[in-house]
């Protein structure tokens, strides 16, 4: 009985604050209210900075007790390792004066760890898309299948030097990465866009409530 009163007291409180705060910042960007609007998103990037931590402690701590139940995977021990090497070096390096100019810094991890990892997951991804198009044209030979090799080969051939030296070639490659590529990401960001805009008049309106009310 008492769960189910904190409960219903709870919702009515949680719809009463993110439909206040989403008025209220709504009603910043039409009424001189800059000074408000920055107090709102200083808190919201606090926030989003507080909730980031929180999720890399349980996200530490998960893999910490798969070590510590006997568990050994790889996996785990070198999330372990990079996530402590990471965040030392980056909390050191704000204080010049206790970080040796010897050891490498954060820049030194983004550019000799980061980037390669993330080129071997585009090299990757693009190694799956060329398989998976092969089998789409075999179980599905339809002319979507066909759209979607075809662009699949001219991203690739355009994202690469080989026999686009020419003029022409050049062309190609900007219309493949200024046009084609360019319009997809516009439209994936309106879309995104679209979407945040209706969840948010939900919210507003209170009949959304993805915080569990």
Known sequence: MKDRFNLNLQAPLATIIAVGAGVLMLATYILPLEGVRTILLD????GAA????????????V????????ETPVSSIALILAMFLTFTITLLQSYTNLYP????GSQWLLTNIQIPVESALMGVLAITLTYAAARLVSLRPNIFSA????????????????GLESSFGQ????????????????GILIGVALGVVATGLRIIMGSDRPYGG
């Open 147 to 162: 759209i979607f090799v075809f662009t699949l080969l001219l991203v690739l051939i355009a994202s690469t030097s080989i």
């Open 43 to 46: 808190v919201v990037v606090i």
């Open 171 to 186: 062309i190609i490659r900007t219309f493949v990465s200024h046009g084609i590529a360019s319009a997809g990401a516009r």
């Open 63 to 70: 893999h910490v007790e798969k070590v510590g139940n006997g």
């Open 101 to 104: 100019d010897w050891l490498p």
């Open 50 to 61: 507080v909730a980031l931590l929180i999720g890399m402690v349980n996200l530490l701590s």
